[in-house]
C-alpha cells in the first residue's frame, strides 16, 4: 500500500469520526431545542429553567454555561419566555414563517421534515424576521459592543468659519485726477504720495498755450459783451452772450473753477499758469506729476483714495460657499490691534474662484475713523452664518459614509435596530450634521458601534436576498 492511499484513508476515518460527533451532539441536544417545559399543576406557575445559546449558532441550546462547541464563543442567556407572555401570564401563539435547517440556513421549507443532512428543521417565528436588514441585539452584547444612542434634534444649524482676510481701498472711493489739456507743470502743491488733501485743495500750477489762449477769448468776448450790450438789436446782443458763454464753458472744460473765471473776469489780466485743484477729498495713493513734467491729454497725474471706509476681503474655500451669502455677521481682528473688533457683514460673494488655490473672495466692508484700518493690513475674519430655525439634526458620528450613500441605524427599542439610508446637508458647530430627508425629530440613532451592526444588518439583508432567489425557482 502506498504512502498516498496510507494518509487518504486516515482523513477519511477522521472526517467520519467529526461526522459521527456532531451527530451525537446533536441528538443529545435535540431534547433540549426541540423539548417542551412540563405542565405545572393547577394555579402553580412551571419553574423555568434558565438556557442558554449561542449567538452564532443559534441552534445551539444548553442548560448550563459554557462555550460553543463549534466556535468556541461564549454562550448568552435566552430571554425568558415569560417576555413572550400576554396579560395575565398567557403565551401568545407565535406562528411559523417557515423552516430552516439547522446547519444550512440556505435551505428553508414551508412545513417540518429532514434537512439534507438528516437534521430536524428548526422553526423561524414571524416575529424574528422583521423587516429587510433590520437586526436585534442581546441586552448583553450591546453593553459588551458599547453600543450608544442618542436623540434625533430640531433647530437652527450654526457654523463657524474663520479665515485670514487683508485690508483693501475701496473701490468706489477712488478717484483719478487726468490732464485735459497739453501744458507744462510750473508748480507743485502735492508733492509726496500718501498725503491727505481735501476738495479744492490746489495740487498744481499748469502754464499751457491754449489755457492762455483761452483766457484772452474770454476777455475778448466779456469786452465784447460790454460793448454791444446797449444795442438796438437784439441779435448782436444774443450773439455776444453765446460768444461769451462758449468762452466759459470752454474753460470750465478744462477744469478752472468758477471762481478763477471770476477773477480772471475782475482783474482782466491773462495769467500764464492756472491752478488745479482736488475734486474730492482722499490721501494721495499715486503721483505721477513732477515739477517741469510735460502734461499730455489725459495723463494721469494724482490717484486718490478715500479711505473714510475700506474693504475687508477674505478667501473662502470651495466647500464652505454653501454657507455664505450676503449679510452674514462677521467679525474683523488685527494683530496689531489686540482686544479691538470690527463688526461688520459680508456686502458680497464674487462670482468666481481662483483656480490655483480653489478659493472665492468675500468682501467685508468696515468704517475706518480715524484711518486706523491700512490698506494691504492682514486681518482675521470669523463669520457666523446660520442655516434655517427648524432643520433636522444629528450627531456627525451617527453617519455612516460609504462614499455612495449614507446611512444611519435608528434603535427601534427591544434591542431592534433599522439601517435608514439618509439624504445629508451641511455640517455645523460641534459636529452636528443637517439631514434633509429620512429621519425625523424624536428617532434614536446610534452614535457607537454602528459599524458592527451594520456588518450584521449587510449580512442578514444579503442572506435575506439569496434565499428569496433561491425561491424563486420551486415557485415556478
Given at each position: 500500500m502506498t504512502g498516498k492511499?496510507?494518509?487518504?484513508?486516515?482523513?477519511?476515518?477522521?472526517?467520519?469520526?467529526?461526522?459521527?460527533?456532531?451527530?451525537?451532539?446533536?441528538?443529545?441536544?435535540?431534547?433540549?431545542?426541540?423539548?417542551?417545559?412540563?405542565?405545572?399543576?393547577a394555579g402553580k406557575p412551571a419553574a423555568?429553567?434558565?438556557?442558554?445559546?449561542?449567538?452564532?449558532?443559534?441552534?445551539?441550546?444548553?442548560?448550563?454555561?459554557?462555550?460553543?462547541?463549534?466556535?468556541?464563543?461564549?454562550?448568552?442567556?435566552?430571554?425568558?419566555?415569560?417576555?413572550?407572555?400576554?396579560?395575565?401570564?398567557?403565551?401568545?401563539?407565535?406562528?411559523?414563517?417557515?423552516?430552516?435547517?439547522?446547519?444550512?440556513?440556505?435551505?428553508?421549507?414551508?412545513?417540518?421534515?429532514?434537512?439534507?443532512?438528516?437534521?430536524d428543521l428548526v422553526p423561524v417565528y414571524e416575529e424574528e424576521g422583521g423587516e429587510m436588514g433590520t437586526i436585534r441585539v442581546d441586552p448583553n452584547t450591546m453593553q459588551s459592543i458599547g453600543?450608544?444612542?442618542?436623540?434625533?434634534?430640531?433647530?437652527?444649524?450654526?457654523?463657524?468659519?474663520?479665515?485670514?482676510?487683508?485690508v483693501t481701498y475701496d473701490e468706489r472711493g477712488i478717484r483719478t485726477v487726468n490732464a485735459k489739456i497739453g501744458g507744462w507743470i510750473e508748480k507743485l502743491h502735492v508733492s509726496t504720495t500718501g498725503e491727505e488733501v481735501r476738495k479744492g485743495a490746489p495740487l498744481i500750477e499748469l502754464y499751457s498755450p491754449d489755457l492762455?489762449?483761452?483766457?484772452?477769448?474770454?476777455?475778448?468776448?466779456?469786452?465784447?459783451?460790454?460793448?454791444?450790450?446797449?444795442?438796438?438789436?437784439?441779435?448782436?446782443?444774443?450773439?455776444?452772450?453765446?460768444?461769451?458763454?462758449?468762452?466759459?464753458?470752454?474753460?470750465?472744460?478744462?477744469?478752472?473753477t468758477d471762481a478763477q473765471v471770476a477773477e480772471?473776469?475782475?482783474?482782466?489780466?491773462?495769467?500764464?499758469?492756472?491752478?488745479?485743484?482736488?475734486?474730492?477729498?482722499?490721501?494721495?495713493?499715486?503721483?505721477?506729476?513732477?515739477?517741469?513734467?510735460?502734461?499730455?491729454p489725459g495723463m494721469e497725474l494724482f490717484r486718490i483714495a478715500d479711505l473714510s471706509r475700506v474693504w475687508v476681503q477674505g478667501d473662502i474655500y470651495e466647500y464652505e460657499l454653501p454657507w455664505l451669502t450676503v449679510g452674514v455677521p462677521a467679525a474683523v481682528t488685527l494683530d496689531y490691534l489686540p482686544g479691538k473688533t470690527y463688526r461688520g457683514r459680508v456686502t458680497y460673494v464674487y462670482p468666481y474662484l481662483e483656480g490655483k488655490t480653489r478659493t472665492a473672495t468675500i468682501r467685508v466692508e468696515l468704517a475706518n475713523p480715524g484711518g486706523v484700518l491700512k490698506p494691504d493690513m492682514y486681518a482675521h475674519i470669523e463669520l457666523r452664518p446660520r442655516v434655517g430655525k427648524r432643520t433636522v439634526l444629528v450627531?456627525?458620528?451617527?453617519?455612516?459614509?460609504?462614499?455612495?450613500?449614507?446611512?444611519?441605524?435608528?434603535?427601534?427599542?427591544?434591542?431592534?435596530?433599522?439601517?435608514?439610508?439618509?439624504?445629508?446637508?451641511?455640517?455645523?458647530?460641534?459636529?452636528?450634521?443637517?439631514?434633509?430627508?429620512?429621519?425625523?425629530?424624536?428617532?434614536?440613532?446610534?452614535?457607537?458601534?454602528?459599524?458592527?451592526?451594520?456588518?450584521?444588518?449587510?449580512?442578514k439583508e444579503a442572506l435575506k436576498k439569496f434565499q428569496s432567489a433561491a425561491e424563486r425557482p420551486k415557485e415556478q
Open positions: 492511499k496510507i494518509v487518504s484513508q486516515i482523513l477519511l476515518v477522521l472526517l467520519a469520526v467529526g461526522a459521527g460527533g456532531a451527530g451525537t451532539y446533536y441528538w443529545m441536544t435535540r431534547e433540549t431545542l426541540h423539548g417542551h417545559p412540563e405542565t405545572a399543576p423555568e429553567e434558565k438556557q442558554y445559546t449561542c449567538p452564532m449558532h443559534p441552534f445551539i441550546v444548553t442548560d448550563q454555561p459554557g462555550a460553543c462547541p463549534i466556535c468556541g464563543m461564549a454562550l448568552v442567556p435566552v430571554k425568558s419566555s415569560a417576555a413572550a407572555a400576554g396579560v395575565g401570564g398567557e403565551k401568545k401563539e407565535r406562528k411559523v414563517k417557515y423552516w430552516v435547517a439547522p446547519m444550512d440556513p440556505n435551505y428553508r421549507s414551508d412545513k417540518p421534515g429532514k434537512s439534507p443532512m438528516g437534521m453600543v450608544r444612542t442618542a436623540p434625533v434634534a430640531v433647530g437652527e444649524l450654526v457654523k463657524t468659519i474663520r479665515t485670514v482676510g487683508r492762455v489762449s483761452a483766457q484772452q477769448e474770454y476777455l475778448i468776448a466779456s469786452r465784447h459783451i460790454r460793448e454791444v450790450g446797449n444795442s438796438p438789436f437784439p441779435d448782436v446782443v444774443k450773439s455776444a452772450q453765446d460768444l461769451l458763454e462758449s468762452a466759459r464753458k470752454r474753460l470750465s472744460y478744462w477744469d478752472i480772471l473776469e475782475r482783474t482782466g489780466t491773462v495769467r500764464k499758469t492756472l491752478v488745479l485743484h482736488s475734486p474730492f477729498d482722499g490721501v494721495v495713493v499715486n503721483k505721477a506729476a513732477f515739477d517741469g513734467t510735460k502734461v499730455m450627531p456627525s458620528e451617527a453617519v455612516i459614509r460609504s462614499g455612495i450613500r449614507n446611512v444611519v441605524f435608528v434603535a427601534k427599542g427591544e434591542g431592534r435596530f433599522e439601517p435608514r439610508e439618509v439624504e445629508l446637508g451641511l455640517e455645523g458647530e460641534e459636529g452636528a450634521v443637517q439631514v434633509l430627508s429620512g429621519l425625523a425629530g424624536g428617532d434614536n440613532v446610534v452614535v457607537s458601534s454602528q459599524f458592527l451592526l451594520d456588518s450584521e444588518s449587510s449580512l
